[in-house]
């Protein structure tokens, strides 16, 4: 029994050796993917040059023009890309109560109306999984990794999934705002005194969301009565909200750090996001 001994020791070694080069080589083309991805949005972002001007808000609804004069400054140059570092807790369902905490990075274009977001999420100390959701020349995509290497679940090529990620797109462009700007392809239409409905089109997909103002001008919640979510019988639309707040002043535009998203399931306020903004840049053109 004793003479085994080195021999299982050498097998077990060897095996973890293996099983840790395939591991490493899994990161490596995962890594790969993400910095593709990350290029495609970068090379395509090419904004128009010319800067703000105040006099185009003319044609908006009073609320919204309020809302552009509050959080840019006329004459100031379009942001090409702008890069987020957030932390935060999420659940995968509103079925779900377990809450984890993540760390993710999130690239915005306002050129292409895309995002790529990566996040790490800790299940155990020693476990973490990746979810990766982009959109990019109008296509969805969403994926979920075991130690950022081994894919467990990937979603793609469905028509609802676009649409969600455009909706997400138009939700969270409140951190690129001049995305929101009429020159980059929204448009708005006045609801009442402190909501507008902005609507835009990539790729043939058209969304809209009703945005809501508060009483400093600031964008605090967005609402959508339809948005697709994925279930396990499928894709249901449901109505989902988003709320914004802490608003900062970033390159001379303000920003809101803080945000909420949630799931409205007969009509109960079912969280399943909450994130602070760590980290914003603002590429300009």
């Known amino acids: 029994m004793s003479d085994a001994m080195p021999w299982l020791t050498l097998v077990l070694v060897l095996t973890a050796a293996g099983i840790w080069a395939v591991m490493l080589h899994l990161r490596g083309k995962t890594k ?4 593709h991805a990350e290029l495609e949005l970068e090379s395509t972002s090419d904004v128009a040059q010319e800067p703000v001007d105040f006099a185009e808000l003319a044609a908006l609804p009073e609320i919204v023009q309020h809302y552009f004069r509050h959080v840019l400054v006329d004459g100031q140059r379009r942001i090409r890309l702008t890069r987020l570092l957030q932390r935060g807790t999420l659940r995968t369902s ?9 760390d993710a990075e999130q690239v915005i274009a306002p050129a292409t109306r895309g995002f790529l977001w990566i996040a790490r999420v800790r299940m155990l100390p020693w476990i973490s999984l990746q979810i990766c959701d982009r959109f990019i020349a109008g296509r969805g995509i969403g994926e979920l990794r075991m130690f950022s290497a081994v ?3 990937s979603d793609h090529d469905h028509p609802e999934l676009d649409e969600a990620q455009l909706h997400r797109y138009l939700a969270e462009a409140v951190w690129s705002p001049t995305a929101l700007l009429p020159t980059s ?3 708005w239409t006045a609801l009442d005194d402190e909501s507008a ?3 835009i089109t990539v790729q043939g997909i058209h969304v809209s969301l009703e945005f809501r103002f508060n ?3 600031e964008i605090c919640s967005v ?3 339809g948005r697709w979510m994925r279930t396990r019988s499928g894709y249901n639309k449901v109505p989902w909200q988003g709320r914004f707040a802490d608003y900062v002043q970033s390159n001379g535009m303000r920003v809101p750090l803080a945000g909420e998203v949630a799931w409205l399931e007969d ?3 079912q969280s399943v996001w909450k994130g602070r903004i760590e980290e914003i840049r603002h590429e300009l053109a």
């Open 267 to 269: 009509s109960d306020w």
């Open 151 to 153: 894919r467990i679940a």
């Open 223 to 225: 609402h959508c009565p």
């Open 215 to 217: 009483a400093r001008n």
């Open 32 to 35: 790969q993917a993400i910095q």
């Open 94 to 102: 509103t079925r779900n109560p377990r809450w984890l905490t993540f």
């Open 197 to 199: 409905l902005a609507s």
């Open 185 to 187: 392809g929204v448009r």
